[in-house]
T-cell receptor
Framework: EAQVTQNPRYLITVTGKKLTVTCSQN?????MSWYRQDPGLGLRQIYY???????DKGDVPEGYKVSRKEKRNFPLILESPSPNQTSLYFC??????????????FGSGTRLTVV | QKEVEQNSGPLSVPEGAIASLNCTYS??????FFWYRQYSGKSPELIMS????GDKEDGRFTAQLNKASQYVSLLIRDSQPSDSATYLC??????????FGAGTRLFVKA
């Protein structure tokens, strides 16, 4: 089954404790992205990756890091989480390539609470 | 002005009616437009994409694009209670980013 797998689904952590949210896709997609979803603000793009070793900032990258060492994996790293990073996070992938644009397949989401 | 705007709703329609969801965007150079459906507690699911002016139909769904007026809409014919969800409009301005609206909540009353 074609899918994007995120882990964990739920996470409660304390301020300042580094964490990683994993994301993996099995569709051989080149494009992957991370979004956060907050009430009233919708989905906001954190980082995206056009291919292995190619990443760029979205609209809200502060406090986050990403890496793309393999095509299928795109982890989101919070080096020092703060309460304002409490949110619902989605990983997504797409077969976008060059000027061709397609929609996303989303993971199931990770609900993060930072206390 | 937000880059992609949608009425937050809720929009309430009776079963069997047509639901009309609207979205406006600010970047005139935008090339690709998408509608996603998100059930409560679930992830967004792509239901329509449209790239050219005019209408695109897929089953009970019709997406309409007017680039001159910078709006895109989604019509749902013969609305069913199972269509009750939040509908997200998404726009690709031409680069690698995709910008989402905050979504419109739709309730279909049985």
């Amino acid at each position: 089954e074609a899918q994007v797998t995120q882990n964990p689904r739920y996470l409660i952590t304390v301020t300042g404790k580094k964490l990683t949210v994993t994301c993996s896709q099995n569709m051989n997609h080149e494009y992957m992205s991370w979004y956060r979803q907050d009430p009233g603000l919708g989905l906001r793009q954190i980082y995206y990756s056009m291919n292995v070793e190619v990443t760029d900032k979205g609209d809200v990258p502060e406090g986050y890091k990403v890496s793309r060492k393999e095509k299928r994996n795109f982890p989101l790293i919070l080096e020092s989480p703060s309460p304002n990073q409490t949110s619902l996070y989605f990983c997504a992938s797409s077969r976008d390539r060059g000027r061709a644009n397609y929609g996303y397949t989303f993971g199931s989401g990770t609900r993060l609470t930072v206390v | 002005q937000k880059e992609v705007e949608q009425n937050s709703g809720p929009l309430s329609v009776p079963e069997g009616a047509i639901a009309s969801l609207n979205c406006t965007y600010s970047d005139r150079g935008s090339q690709s437009f998408f509608w996603y459906r998100q059930y409560s507690g679930k992830s967004p699911e792509l239901i329509m994409s449209i790239y050219s002016n005019g209408d695109k139909e897929d089953g009970r769904f019709t997406a309409q694009l007017n680039k001159a007026s910078q709006y895109v809409s989604l019509l749902i014919r013969d609305s069913q209670p199972s269509d009750s969800a939040t509908y997200l409009c998404a726009v690709k301005p031409g680069g690698f980013k995709t910008i989402f609206g905050a979504g419109t909540r739709l309730f279909v009353k049985a």
